[in-house]
């Protein structure tokens, strides 16, 4: 076969039929606030709209928590802490979490059509990546409930009471599991804030959480934007604050918490480095390097957005993956074809392209799929941009979109030195057929999560969280217990 045939049959140019997902979805015009097991209106009659990121258009009106309606949250899971769920008995608990883990299993399907919906990620990654690891993570920390003391030896833990967690659009349901299944394991009730752009799937678990017949106050939804998620952070009856979300919001959150009893664990933003050395196996990094960075439209904490390749090998590499950037399918979020869904909301496409215009400003070469994109919604070409230097805005700043920073090195030192160059350390990853490299890499590097010879790939056993201004505490395994725990 010749070659322009093959790249023919095999790109872009090629259209396959729609596949959307076809299961019928529950979705609402209008979502109330969860408080004390219960859904209710806000107390001042204010709502906001939800956009499908895919059309640009409403998809439905969603309660606005102010201060008296975070009051009445904070007042309901104190209530449930000292009456029920503090002193339930520890085995108790665990079924709750076991059960609740069993009803998202069955409902997946449908939560992964809202996750798409409301948030714009391609359905074969909220159907196979998202919901998976979400029902992992309760059915995980169910099984820790009554073997805490196991966890601790010769420690007494003791459950630190109220939590308010604020959690991110990027993987609103996984964040939510990830904040509420260690918090309620150990004993504590929760008040948990979704990002405004994607608080639809958040309520749906609550009504898993009534289905489960959890009792009402344990957890208590409150959606809102950044003023709602303050009030709860600045609440006097709050024990803990858990925070995913951007640095600055999490500096400005560390100083609210500053001087006060409460708690606080931060996982914050990231500029990962991953790094391909010469002896890798080529096809395999560059799907690797697809993945780290293209993967959720790259909004991801833990992306891998600065590509450091060994220089012998650039030029082949930067070849490659023009190729496959050809063949990535950017769409519909519904059809289970596509490969890069939509951008999350307009304000985030505005600082992608803001950020990338700046790449361009100061030097960098971008090169962008020639893909067609849908007229409405908010999308962004997979791109990536070569001849970066550690000084341009694209090699420090989060992108947190389908954009990836190329640089060179020649030694493992000098990989080394580019991959600690910046102010976070969430993750990190290393392409080498060698695994001796990949130990003495791994451990000069500042990071986290580090991945050797794969690249986003999570699970509820293995702890997660950053170094430097990505943050402090740790989310998942054992390790995720002790930010609940005293
Ligand atoms: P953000 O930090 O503003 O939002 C995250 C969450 O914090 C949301 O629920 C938001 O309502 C809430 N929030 C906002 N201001 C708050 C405040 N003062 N007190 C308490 N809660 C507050 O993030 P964003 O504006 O949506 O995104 C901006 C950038 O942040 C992105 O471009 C990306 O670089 C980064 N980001 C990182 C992550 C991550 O997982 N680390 C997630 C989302 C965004
Ligand atoms: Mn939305």
């Known amino acids: 076969m010749d070659k322009k045939k093959h790249h023919l049959k095999f790109g872009s140019s090629l259209s396959y039929a729609p596949a959307p997902e076809t299961t019928p979805v529950p979705l609402k015009k209008q979502y109330e606030l969860f408080i004390n097991g219960e859904f209710v209106a806000p107390q001042s009659g204010s709502y906001f709209n939800s956009v499908n990121p895919a059309t640009g258009k409403r998809l439905a009106r969603i309660a606005k928590a102010e201060e008296s309606d975070?009051?009445?949250?904070?007042?309901?899971?104190?209530?449930?802490?000292?009456?029920?769920?503090?002193?339930?008995?520890?085995?108790?608990?665990?079924?709750?979490?076991?059960?609740i883990a069993r009803i998202i299993q069955e409902k997946a399907r449908?939560?992964?059509?809202?996750?798409?919906?409301?948030g714009g990620k391609p359905i074969k990654e909220s159907r196979d990546v998202d919901l998976p690891l979400v029902a992992a993570h309760f059915f995980y920390y169910a099984g820790w409930a009554d073997k805490l003391k196991y966890a601790f030896p010769g420690k007494d833990p003791r459950p630190l009471g109220v939590a308010g967690q604020v959690i991110p659009w990027n993987f609103p349901l996984l964040m939510a599991a990830w904040k509420i299944a260690p918090a309620l394991a150990c004993g504590n009730t929760v008040v948990l804030k979704p990002a405004e752009t994607t608080s639809i799937t958040a309520m749906h678990l609550a009504e898993i959480f009534q289905d489960a017949g959890l009792p009402p106050g344990v957890v208590n939804i409150v959606s809102g934007a950044g003023e709602t998620g303050a009030a709860l952070v600045e609440h006097d009856d709050v024990d803990k604050i858990a925070f995913t979300g951007s640095t600055a919001v999490?500096?400005?959150?560390?100083?609210?918490?500053?001087?006060?009893?409460?708690?606080?664990?931060?996982?914050?933003?990231?500029?990962?480095?991953?790094?391909?050395?010469?002896?890798?196996?080529?096809d395999q990094a560059v799907e690797g390097v697809i993945n780290g960075i293209y993967f959720n439209q790259g909004h991801v904490c833990c992306a891998g957005s600065r590509l450091l390749?060994?220089?012998?090998?650039?030029?082949?590499?930067?070849?490659?993956?023009?190729?496959?950037?050809e063949t990535l399918r950017v769409g519909d979020p519904l059809d289970k074809n596509t490969d890069i869904g939509a951008i999350n909301s307009k304000a985030q496409l505005k600082r992608i392209t803001e950020l990338v215009k700046t790449g361009e400003e100061e030097g960098a070469e971008l090169h962008t799929s020639s893909c067609r994109i849908p007229e409405e919604g908010f999308w962004h070409r997979p791109s990536f941009f070569t001849g970066v230097t550690s000084s341009h805005r694209v090699a420090r700043e989060e992108i947190f979109g389908p954009v990836l920073s190329i640089m060179t090195f020649r030694t493992p030192a000098e990989a080394v030195s580019l991959a600690n160059d910046t102010c976070y350390g969430l993750s990190a990853g290393i392409w080498t057929d060698k695994g001796s490299k990949i130990f003495s890499i791994a451990d000069q590097l500042k990071a986290g999560v580090i991945w050797a010879n794969t690249f986003n790939k999570f699970d509820p056993t293995s702890p997660?969280?950053?170094?430097?201004?990505?943050?402090?505490?740790?989310?998942?395994?054992?390790?995720?217990?002790?930010?609940?725990?005293?």
Not at 113 to 118: A, R, T
Not at 268 to 281: E, H, R, S
């Open 70 to 99: 975070i009051n009445l949250a904070v007042k309901s899971a104190r209530r449930a802490y000292e009456k029920v769920w503090g002193p339930m008995p520890p085995a108790e608990r665990g079924k709750y979490l076991f059960r």
């Open 110 to 118: 449908e939560l992964a059509i809202l996750e798409s919906m409301d």
């Open 250 to 282: 999490g500096k400005r959150i560390a100083q609210s918490v500053a001087g006060t009893p409460k708690k606080l664990t931060l996982e914050l933003g990231g500029k990962a480095a991953n790094i391909v050395f010469d002896d890798c196996t080529i």
């Open 309 to 325: 390749i060994q220089e012998s090998i650039h030029d082949d590499f930067v070849a490659r993956l023009s190729r496959r950037i």
């Open 464 to 486: 997660f969280g950053g170094y430097k201004e990505s943050g402090f505490g740790r989310e998942g395994g054992v390790q995720g217990l002790s930010a609940y725990l005293s």
